[in-house]
């Protein structure tokens, strides 16, 4: 997603390109000699196509079909990154450790955690009618606690190791440093789906209790530091060319709180019942007033990541794997108002829910059509 935000040259593919397959490779051994985390990515902006589609207000013949196809495209390709990215640091470890101590690379290791939990949520929205709900609520469970740790993990650690770096000189708040904090709220949203399938009682209440904390974790560290990019581009002006997609990565944050705040709200009825059923009546409130309020500064934040975009478009942007950027935030943007919609009963937010679906659909096709051509001829396996 970020290859040229991380500072190296932006992957381009050149027209005149052979079509011998991995043509770009001196061998094919070289598929995993740079393979980065910001490759998990395209998986996230995959799922998140399958997963909106599973809720998305308008279903009509085939969609269901077609949600399924994508999430089995985003769980083989979760697998298979998984694998070379294993092999890559076996092989590659001087390659793996540069990229893991650069200072703007590092920041997309919260890329996996996030694809472990996008592709969990569909095993348990999409995954029942083709693997059984037990089958897929287990799978769901296993990656959602594996991507919560991890990304609890890079939360954390992500943020400390740019604290305590030696040379802070250069430090410029970037886009990218979204990536590692984000994790924990995908975690919060897609931990309300697994509610219904946890023990009543306690071991409900708990997994609520955990959602809204993480909800909590990444909300406050996420708003600290979009004020700080919002800062760096008001006072230092539009980024790089090829990094202006990057710019979407903040609209993430605010689709992914709001449909985090409203599925918690909603599966709060099944944790607080009799006498505390105000308790879920109020978190449903909450969701829905916070939002309407964070869906406004969405609206705005989308204004204006698509008009820095048709700057940069006009600017010879190319096409470059920070494309993926435009895919997952988008999709955040349609299960937040499909969430949000449904909570409040407003089928105009359904209206924009669907609208935002079919642009999101456009973008990933666009995308991954881009990405698959690279895949072929072996350009983007080329250090970045």
Not at 32 to 50: D, Q
Not at 209 to 220: E, K, Q, R, V
Not at 346 to 354: E, F, Q, T
């Amino acid at each position: 997603m970020t290859a040229a935000h991380a500072g190296f040259p932006p992957v381009t593919f050149p027209r005149t390109a052979s079509r011998r397959v991995l043509a770009e490779l001196e061998h094919p051994r070289d598929v995993i000699a740079h393979i980065t985390p910001n490759w998990y990515a395209s998986v996230m902006g995959t799922g998140i196509v399958a997963n909106a589609a599973a809720t998305l207000p308008l279903q009509f013949t085939g969609l269901h079909a077609f949600a399924l196809v994508v999430w089995l495209i985003a769980s083989a390709a979760l697998v298979a990154l998984t694998v070379a990215f294993a092999a890559h640091w076996v092989m590659h470890r001087d390659n793996a450790r540069a990229h893991a101590a650069h200072p703007v690379m590092s920041q997309f290791y919260g890329a996996p955690p996030m694809a472990m939990l996008t592709v969990g949520a569909g095993a348990i929205t999409l995954g029942p009618s083709l693997i059984g709900t037990s089958t897929a609520v287990w799978i769901d469970g296993v990656l959602w606690t594996a991507g919560t740790l991890a990304g609890l993990a890079t939360s954390v650690l992500i943020p400390f190791r740019m604290i305590t770096a030696r040379d802070h000189g250069t430090a410029t708040a970037l886009p990218a440093w979204l990536m590692p904090i984000v994790p924990p709220m995908v975690s919060a949203s897609t931990g309300a789906l697994l509610l219904d399938h946890v023990a009543a009682g306690q071991p409900r209440l708990a997994l609520l209790a955990a959602c809204y904390a993480m909800f909590g974790l990444s909300l406050c560290l996420g708003m600290i530091t979009m004020t700080m990019i919002w800062s760096r581009l008001v006072h230092s002006g539009v980024p790089a060319v090829q990094a202006t997609p990057t710019v979407w990565i903040t609209l993430g944050v605010i689709g992914q709180s709001i449909t985090a705040s409203n599925l918690l709200g909603t599966h709060a009825a099944s944790v607080f019942v009799g006498t505390q059923a105000e308790i879920a009546t109020g978190l449903h409130v909450f969701g829905i007033a916070y939002g309407f309020a964070m869906g406004g500064f969405g609206i705005l934040v989308f204004a204006l990541a698509t008009m820095l975009t048709v700057h940069a478009a006009r600017r010879g942007l190319r096409f470059s794997l920070t494309w993926w950027s435009f895919t997952f935030p988008i999709g955040t943007c349609v299960t937040g108002a499909t969430a949000l919609g449904t909570a409040a009963g407003i089928s105009v937010v359904h209206v924009l829910a669907v609208a935002l679906y079919v642009v999101l659909v456009g973008a990933w096709v666009t995308v991954a059509a881009h990405t698959l051509r690279g895949t072929i001829t072996g350009r983007v396996f080329l250090p970045a």
